[in-house]
């Protein structure tokens, strides 16, 4: 096993989840194919996370052909140490939803990562990363086909303070 990071291969993605279909361990498969443990179970969740995200574009595809948005009542935040980032219902004109990145100085390198957010069926990855411009924290939504964010799907929040972004969907725009 290498310290450095390599790609996974598709062929190394298949056998690792053939692997766990055949009722392996994370442990076991990550010492048959030469990856970490923890590598093997990041694979399985950001799987999982790729395919629940499809279901969710396609529940609200269906939702949208039908002339019905999904009902967005509460919210989903995902806590990053004190800092936290929330998935909600908006009341802006023309958008699905609203995401909120509240920054706190509490948190560190540790907490980079991608944090997964589902609300209404919708659903959104957000990627944490500290001291981003070696200062301020940052996160990048990463929302379904089909969606983008205004004013963009990147917050830079310096600590102690909020930013808002919007999802739109852009076949409600025309575009």
Not at 69 to 92: E, H, W
Not at 105 to 113: E, I, V
Not at 142 to 168: A, K, N, Q, R
Request: with cysteine; aromatic share 4%.
């Amino acid at each position: 096993m290498s310290g450095a990071r390599q790609p996974w291969t598709d062929a190394e993605m298949l056998r690792a989840l053939a692997l766990r279909d055949a009722g392996m361990s994370a442990a076991r498969i990550a010492a048959r194919i030469g990856r970490t443990r923890k590598a093997v179970l990041r694979l399985f969740e950001r799987i999982e996370a790729e395919l629940a995200q499809s279901e969710a574009v396609a529940v609200l595809a269906l939702c949208l052909a039908l002339g019905a948005a999904p009902a967005l009542a509460l919210a989903d935040t995902a806590r990053i140490m004190g800092s936290s980032v929330t998935l909600r219902a908006t009341d802006r004109p023309g958008a699905l939803a609203e995401v909120e990145f509240v920054n706190d100085p509490s948190n560190g390198s540790g907490d980079d990562g991608l944090y997964l957010l589902a609300h209404g069926g919708l659903e959104i990855d957000a990627r944490f990363r500290w001291n981003a411009d070696g200062d301020d924290d940052r996160i990048e939504v990463l929302p379904p086909p089909g969606i983008t964010c205004d004013p963009d799907c990147t917050l830079t929040v310096p600590e102690g303070s909020s930013g808002m972004l919007w999802l739109i969907d852009l076949n409600r725009v025309g575009m």
